[in-house]
Every structure is written in C-alpha cells, then in structure tokens.
C-alpha cells in the first residue's frame, strides 16, 4: 500500500498527464482556420456532426452504467450544423 | 482569417459578434458586375438586369436542411405574394432569386431545386456574390433596392431566416410604402417562424445471462434560426437475476424488476448572430444503474428480511434526481468554430449504503449534489474533419473533484466514406483513474442506406471506495465492443439498426466487496440499439 505522499505523487502525475494530452488535444482539435460555408458540404452532412440525434451517433446511454469514467456527456443543448441557421 | 488556439478563448471572452445587416446599407455598385450563371440555360447573369427594381437574393446549398425550409417559404411568401399583387405597395417589381453556392454533386442540387419549387436559380459557385455580402452561414437571404441608378442598397440581411414578417417589412419600406409585413399580417394567411420540427424514438437494450437493461427515448424537437427547443421523455428499466454471494447466509436468490420514468427539456435562444444561450432541465424516478438496484436488494434482505425484521434504523429507498443547466456558446471562427461554457446543478436521493456494528445500523448518505462544469470546442480545421473537444469537471458532495476529457474527429475520407474518432478519460482523487478510445467507419452504400462498423473499448482502476468500511465500490474494469449497423433514409425519415457483442471483464473482488463477486463478475452481453427520426 502506497503512503499518503506516494499517493499523492501517483495522482499528481495523473493530473499532469491528462493537463498535458488536454493541451494537445486542444492545439490538435481547436485549429486556426475557417473554413467558409462553400466548403463544408462534407461536414455538413448528418453522419458528420456531434449531436444528440440517435438515429446518427453511436455511443449508448446505457454503457455509462458499467463504464462509470465515461460519463462525458450530456447536459444542456447540443451542436448541430455549424454552417447552418 | 487565421486565428490560433491561444487566442480563441480571449476572442470568446471579448466578443468578436458581427451583428446581422439590418435597415439601409449602400454597397457598391461593383456588385452587378459579378457575372453568375443561369440554372436553367447557362447563360451569364447579374443583378444589373434587375436595374429599378427590388431583388431577394436566397443563398443556399442542397446539403443545408434549413435551407429546404426557407427557401420554399420564400418562394411562396414572397415570390408569389409579390406577384399577385404587381409588386410591392409602391408598385416597385420584386424579384426572388435562389442562389446555389455547391457545385458537386449537382443531381442533389436539382433534387433541391425541385422538391422546393424554385422559379429562378443562380449558380454561385465560387462563392463571388455570397462573400461580397459577407455570407457567415447558409441560408443567407439579402433583400436590394436597385430602384436608385447606380446604387445598390442592402434593405435586408439575415443569416437564417426567423420568419417572413422582417423581410416584407423591409421590402414594403421601398418607394415610400407601408409595411406590412409583420408576422401575422398577411393576406394570403399568417406567415408564421419557419421551423423545423422532429420526432425522435429510441431503443436501446443491453442483455447478459443475469441482467437486462433498457433505455426507450421520445423526443420531439424544434428549431428555428434563433430560438430551439426540445423535450424527451424516457423510460429506462433494469431486471436483475439476483443471485447473493455464497457468504450470505441471509440473501436468497430472487427477481428484482425496476423502472426508471424521466423527462427532460432544452431550450435555445441565439439573440446575436455569434452568440447563443443554452439551458436545460431534467428529472428522474427510480434507480440510475444496475448496481444500484443490486445494493439495495442486499440490503433490503440483509436488513428489512421477514425472517429476522426490519432492523432499526433501516428506510426503504426511494431514488429520485433532477438537474437544471445554463450555458452560452460563442461562435469564435463564423460558421466553423465555437466555444461553449456549460454548468448544471444535480440534486439525486440515492439509494444509501449500511454498516453495522455493536452501536446499531448506520446509513449513509442518501443526497448527493453535483455541480458539472463544462468547456467545449467545436471545430471545422478543414474542410473534411469536424472536431469537438470537452472538459468537464464534476463537484460531487464528499467527493473530490473529477476532471474529464472526451476529444472527438469526425473524418470525410471521400463521398461515401466516414470515420469517426472518440477518446477521453477521467480522473479522481485518490485514485481514479479512467480511459476509452472508440471509431465508427461508415460507407453509404447509396443515398438510402448507408453501413457502419462501431467499436469501442473502456478501462479504469475502480471506483473510489466510500465513507463506510463496508465497501460497495466496483473494483477495475475493461469494457469493450465491436458491432455492425445499417442506417435507411426514406425521405423524411430515418432508421438506424446497431447491434453489437459487448464485453465486461473485473478485477477480482477483495475482502471488503466480497459480498457482491457475482455483481462484479466478467459478463458477456448484446447491446443492440433501434433509432427512428421524422422531420415534419
């Protein structure tokens, strides 16, 4: 059984991993550029965006009740098509 | 326009928000000098043909499912309204013209241009005359008044289109007319908010030898530019096979059968073009997990048994939450980024755990509130991927906070082909720990029916034990599943099938969760999921 500071080492270095794959996944996701509305005919289709609507996604409510670390999810309204009105 | 991570969120916190055109705006006559080309023959054309007149430009894409909508609305509250009455109240001609902006897949864009009933289209390919009037998202309408030589005035513009009213008003200003163009103010009936509507339905079931768990989900939702909303109901059970551990010497092996009603609600309102406000409201009756329903089960045997009594201090649960949120979202990169803040408040009665010792039977806590903050990116870095990122923080009661992140890519590999990337994780003092890594490849096979394979795996250290020295918490696991799907569009309608194996495999049970190893115990399942939509 690790002591209290070895402990708090271990989730100290957990801390840090995930601050330091949030960063690069932000530099990753984030981007720099526009793309205008006369090109975004391919993210604009319905497979292509991150929304609620259970005919297009394929993440299950249920798994949450055996994968507890995954409730990611939810909450208030969700994107659509960004391009769109 | 080029702007780098490091400066979105301080754009977000300033506020880059271009507010819509509205009223007069004199460009320069420049623009009828755009040559575009004739759906119907090809031939070159410009607005200056339209010299004296007034002319609504309706900017769309087939690919735009607001744009369906608004255009045949414009087509009949506008081109037809005008015709019938030889112009506006001044007697100024006023023409519609339905500007496609895509040039691929032009099959699609007839499919458009005919099931809406355009009269008059504009090919637009490069986009010339949608970024002269700065176009930001589709549909884009702009209502001109050439009736002055050599000057074109913007009397109206609108990214999305509320409702007819406001561009008939503008319309009717010209030359000195009355407006009559408020909303319910039409003689050919009322022009009401161009809205879509939808019916959504779903299924879900997840099933091993021992537990079988469902989610069934109604929701109906409506959207317009500005304003949406939507609310589900849903009824999830739970049925269980309950087996007690070989310990037990007061369990016995039974059938327990739980429901779970909710309801849910989201509204959204975008009162500024780049700016829009989020909130929602929800609320539940009955267990949240198997689990839970599980630990009540031993515990109501272990200490309300008709064999031994209700021990003293014993209370039957009744499990009930709800949460209420609020957010705003900020359109930092116009139609291809934006950054959204999410908060929400959960009060849950949980069903409580017991220990007990010489001083009697001690429950634990039964209320927990929860504070769930949320950051979300959302992302076009190019014209095939779309992003999202989220970073969420969970505040629990006699907890430490959670931090999560869920980073995503949904990928364009060509016409037919999408992939679909998913990881994230959580941790949590002392020593949660949590990660998942999931893809979708799909391929449509035509417009109708589209194919997708699906996998996803999950593992973490275990939940984080509990205030009492009786443990209940899961000890580590590795989830995970790989399935095939088939998706039909009809029309207005679409059905998705998934099914898939799915697998659970536990670390072993120490001394303190001995008690519930057939609860963590590897299972085998099939989780098989059932979607329908209708748009109206």
Same mark, same amino acid.
């Given at each position: ?66 994968? #507890?670390?995954?409730?990611?999810? $939810? =909450?208030?309204?969700?994107? =659509? ?5 | 326009?080029?702007?780098? #991570? ?5 754009? !977000? ?40 007149? &007034? ?17 045949? !609305? ?31 897949? #032009? ?9 809406? =009933? ?25 209502? +001109? ?37 408020? /909303? ?10 161009? !809205? ?9 079931? %997840?099933?091993?030898? /021992? ?56 509204? *959204? ?7 829009? +406000? ?25 200490? %309300? ?15 009930? $939450? ?6 705003? *979202? ?12 999410? @908060? ?19 429950? @634990? &806590?039964?209320?927990?509130?929860? =504070? ?20 969420? &923080? ?27 990337? +998913? !990881?994230?994780?959580? &941790? ?54 790989? $399935?095939? $799907? ?51």
């Amino acid at each position: 059984m690790p002591g209290p500071s070895n402990q708090n080492r271990i989730v100290g270095t957990a801390a840090g991993r995930l601050a330091l794959v949030a960063a690069l996944l932000g530099l990753v996701l984030t981007g720099c550029r526009t793309v205008p509305p006369t090109e975004q005919r391919l993210v604009s289709r319905p497979v292509m965006q991150f929304n609620e609507r259970p005919a297009f996604v394929t993440n299950s409510s249920l798994l949450s009740q055996t994968e #507890p670390g995954a409730a990611v999810s $939810g =909450g208030g309204a969700n994107s =659509g098509c960004t391009s769109c009105r | 326009m080029s702007r780098c #991570p490091a400066m979105l969120l301080s754009v !977000a916190l300033l506020g880059a928000s271009v507010p819509a055109i509205r009223g007069e705006n004199t460009v320069s006559a420049d623009l009828t000098a755009i040559r575009l080309a004739s759906h119907e023959d090809g031939r070159p054309v410009s607005l200056a043909g339209f010299g004296g007149g &007034i002319v609504v430009l309706d900017f769309f894409a087939y690919w735009c499912a607001p744009c369906r909508t608004v255009s045949r !609305a414009l087509e009949q509250e506008v081109r037809a309204h005008y015709l019938a009455r030889g112009g506006n109240p001044a007697g100024i001609p006023v023409q519609l013209v339905s500007v496609n902006i895509e040039s691929e897949q #032009p099959g699609l864009t007839e499919a458009f241009i005919r099931e809406t =009933g355009l009269e008059q289209v504009w090919h637009d390919h490069d986009g010339r005359l949608y970024s002269a009037f700065r176009g930001e998202g589709l549909p884009l309408v702009v209502a +001109l008044d050439l009736t002055q030589s050599g000057k074109v005035t913007i009397v109206f513009r609108s990214s999305g289109l509320e409702s007819i009213g406001p561009l008939r008003g503008a319309i009717d200003a010209i030359g000195g007319g009355g407006s009559t163009g408020s /909303d319910n103010a039409s003689e050919s009936g009322p022009v009401g908010v161009l !809205a879509i509507s939808a019916v959504e339905a779903l299924f879900e079931g %997840n099933f091993s030898d /021992d537990l079988q768990l469902t989610q069934s989900l109604i929701r109906y939702r409506s959207e317009t530019s500005r304003n949406a909303w939507d609310v589900a109901v849903g009824l999830a059970s739970i049925g269980i096979d309950y087996r007690p551990s070989p310990f037990d010497f007061l369990g016995s092996a039974t059938r327990v059968d739980e429901l779970r009603p909710s309801i849910a609600a989201n509204v *959204r309102h975008r009162p500024a073009d780049r700016w829009t +406000l989020l909130a929602g409201a929800g609320y539940y009756d009955g267990f949240t997990d198997y689990r839970s329903a599980w630990f009540n089960e031993y515990f109501e045997q272990q200490f %309300n048994n008709p064999s031994v009594g209700t021990v003293p201090g014993f209370v039957a649960a009744d499990p009930e $939450g709800f949460n209420v949120s609020g957010g705003v *979202r900020h359109e930092y990169l116009p139609a291809a980024g934006f950054i959204e803040f999410n @908060g929400s408040y959960q009060r849950d009665r949980i069903a409580p755990g017991y220990e007990i010792d010489f001083n009697g039977l001690t429950r @634990g &806590i039964d209320l927990l509130e929860s =504070g769930v903050y949320r950051l979300t990116f959302e992302n076009v870095p190019h014209r095939r991927v779309r992003t999202r990122l989220d970073l969420q &923080i969970t505040d629990t009661t006699e907890r430490n906070l959670r931090h999560g992140i869920n980073g995503a890519a949904n990928v364009a590999l060509g016409e037919a082909w999408t992939l679909r990337l +998913l !990881a994230g994780g959580a &941790i949590e003092d002392p020593e949660f720990e949590a990660w998942f890594a999931g893809t979708a490849l799909e391929y449509a096979v035509s417009p109708a029916w589209q194919l997708f394979a699906s996998g996803r795996y999950y593992q973490d250290t275990g939940e984080i034990e509990n205030s009492l020295s009786f443990s209940t918490a899961a000890p580590g696991v590795r989830a995970w599943h790989a $399935g095939l $799907g088939i998706r039909h569009v009809a029309g207005r309608s679409v059905f998705k099938l998934f099914a898939a194996p799915y697998f659970t495999d536990y670390e072993p049970v120490d001394l303190g969760t001995l008690f519930f190893a057939n609860l963590y115990s590897d299972r085998s399942w099939v989780l098989i999921q059932a979607a329908w939509q209708f748009e109206f």
